[in-house]
């Protein structure tokens, strides 16, 4: 069964540092998205991306972070200089379709950790 | 702004037993409510949705109703097992805009 696939599984990160996120959405998918969980809350929406751009963002994503998807296959979250509040599970996503016509598919997450 | 409101924090009960889980929104406009469940470590994972429509949707043990006039939704789960343990959030859009989510339900099944 196709599924996202996300990598690191794990990142350490020094406060200050830039960390890549990495995404492999599923093939046939059009839409991508971030969203981030903060230890026991709720799942936040960060941005969705559809047709080389970025479709929504939240208040979320500032300056700080950005999203590439630089070869096709990959979709990445850049957090720049971090601060010890990024500390989350990132998740990527991806539809066939706009959110509000079916499934997204959630990878296993990326926990980060900004000390 | 839009919001989504989601009853109980914690439930807690003994295998066999029903679950209900509640959901209010405030924009009128929405017109699909996905549930999502999430197991430690991992994911969400769609389990079921309802568009407005239709104000019941069931799947095996699973089940959601939609009430449009009073902006709420459930998610009724039938003789609960172990492995439905896990926290299950609800969510709402208004057509082709970002989901809004609930802040969760985590479900404790009691042996």
């Known amino acids: 069964e196709p599924e996202v696939t996300q990598t690191p599984s794990h990142q350490v990160t020094q406060m200050g540092q830039e960390v890549i996120l990495r995404c492999v959405p599923i093939?046939?998918?059009?839409?991508f998205y971030w969203y981030r969980q903060i230890l026991g809350q709720k799942v936040e929406f960060l941005v969705s991306?559809?047709?080389?751009?970025?479709?929504?963002k939240s208040e979320i994503f500032d300056d700080q972070f950005s999203v590439e998807r630089p070869d096709g296959s990959n979709f990445t979250l850049k957090i720049r200089s971090t601060k010890l509040e990024d500390s989350a599970m990132y998740f990527c996503a991806s539809s066939a379709g706009p959110p509000g016509t079916g499934e997204l598919f959630f990878g296993e997450g990326s926990r980060l950790t900004v000390l | 702004g839009e919001n989504v409101e989601q009853h109980p924090s914690t439930l807690s009960v003994q295998e066999g037993d029903s679950a209900v889980i509640k959901c209010t929104y405030s924009d009128s406009a929405s017109n699909y409510f996905p549930w999502y469940k999430q197991e430690l470590g991992k994911g969400p994972q769609l389990i079921i949705d309802?568009?407005?429509n239709v104000g019941e949707k069931k799947d095996q043990r699973i089940a959601v109703t939609l009430n449009k006039t009073a902006k709420h939704f459930s998610l009724h789960i039938t003789e609960t097992q172990p492995e439905d343990s896990a926290v299950y959030f609800c969510?709402?859009?208004?057509?082709?805009?970002?989901?809004?989510w609930g802040a969760g339900t985590k479900l404790i099944i009691k042996p």
């Open positions: 093939s046939n998918h059009l839409y």
């Open positions: 969510a709402e859009t208004s057509g082709n805009y970002q989901l809004i």
């Open positions: 991306f559809y047709n080389n751009e970025i479709s929504e």
């Open positions: 309802i568009r407005s």
